[in-house]
């Protein structure tokens, strides 16, 4: 999907690592312009760990105790993960996770974002994009999967409650929400990178089907009200600056998309899928042409890698439009693992690649 006048359109996945809100938006906004249709706060701060920022808070939810703190990830953003079981006596209905912090941290960054749109530096029209995790990844995640299907329906309706305040507290013309599809991408592409996790992970991973956790994915969709844009990002993870699994080709994520697009009841606005740094073959690009995606919906290509920017991206681009008439482009992930004294020069050359 090509904007008529500035070539390709941008899509920014969620994570910067500046200071604050209103850095993200100003240097975005002055970079990139009206090319970015939305753009997130950069999950500053703590949740620049993306869901390790849920592990945290569970630590004070009354009913649930600590049972290991597995050690996962090294590199720019290191985390360990707390796993955590229902104490004795618990019925998982009587857990209070709310509030998760995300509908304070969306009020907060949308009134940065309305100073820096009042101040002339954004484009009109743009939204303010809020990324959020889906319940199966956090409790995935954070529970004991002997505890995974009795705690997640508990975890899902917290999540619908904090998406509730955001919209309630942001007018919908301003307001665009993601869901991110990590763990999900990941065990439909392989199980085998669970084995880090323990037997019981492991074998829970296997016999999660793909069919009930896109329903999951469908049912959040829906909870977005109609007047507020919603997308849905694949991902295969981004701890350590590379992927959990190497996806084959785009056929898990195809397969993926059209599972949610058959059951949702509302307008799905974009897609946005990775493409490794080494795919410039058609065959990688190939099973979207089986997407059964709306018209109207956009795909968004992961295929900005700073290491070999713009011819790199050219020749990941020309696999891609022997595909996909029309997309536009992103990285594979958010940039949160990117140095931040490097995400101007990221952000031109999105500009650049959205130009060419």
Not at 9 to 16: K, M, Q
Not at 255 to 267: C, E, F, M, P, T
Not at 268 to 275: R, Y
Request: aromatic content about 8%; charged content about 20%; proline content about 7%.
């Amino acid at each position: 999907m090509n904007s008529p006048s500035s070539g390709r359109t941008v899509h920014l996945v969620g994570s910067v690592p500046l200071a604050s809100a209103d850095a993200v938006f100003e240097v975005v906004g002055s970079i990139l312009g009206p090319l970015v249709k939305r753009i997130p706060d950069g999950e500053t701060g703590q949740r620049l760990k993306w869901i390790g920022y849920q592990g945290q808070r569970m630590k004070s939810v009354r009913g649930l105790e600590l049972i290991q703190e597995i050690p996962v990830f090294s590199g720019p953003v290191p985390q360990s993960f707390p796993l955590f079981g229902l104490k004795a006596g618990v019925a998982p209905a009587s857990l209070q996770f709310n509030p998760l912090g995300y509908a304070e941290a969306a009020r907060s960054s949308y009134a940065a974002f309305r100073r820096q749109r009042d101040a002339g530096r954004l484009a009109h029209g743009t939204r303010f994009q809020v990324s959020l995790p889906t319940p199966t990844v956090v409790i995935f995640a954070f529970l004991h999967p002997r505890h995974y299907y009795e705690v997640l329906p508990v975890y899902e309706e917290a999540m619908k409650g904090e998406l509730n305040e955001i919209v309630q507290a942001i007018p919908h013309q301003d307001l665009a929400i993601q869901w991110d599809i990590a763990g999900e991408t990941e065990m439909s592409e392989s199980t085998e990178w669970l084995r880090h996790f323990g037997p019981a992970v492991h074998e829970l991973g296997c016999k999660l089907t793909r069919e009930e956790m896109m329903a999951t994915v469908a049912r959040m969709v829906d909870a977005v009200p109609s007047g507020v844009e919603v997308g849905i990002h694949f991902c295969y993870g981004d701890p350590e600056g590379q992927h959990l699994v190497q996806p084959k080709d785009t056929s898990v994520v195809t397969d993926l998309a059209n599972r949610v697009i058959g059951k949702i009841h509302r307008s799905l606005e974009w897609i946005h899928l990775p493409v490794p740094i080494d795919r410039d073959d058609q065959a990688y690009f190939a099973p979207l042409a089986g997407l059964r995606k709306p018209a109207a919906t956009e795909i968004y290509l992961g295929l900005v890698h700073l290491d070999d920017g713009i011819e790199g991206a050219r020749r990941r681009l020309a696999a891609a439009t022997r595909v996909l008439s029309s997309f536009g482009i992103a990285c594979e992930c958010g940039l949160g693992r990117k140095p931040p004294e490097r995400i101007p020069e990221l952000l031109r050359l999105h500009r650049e690649i959205a130009r060419a």
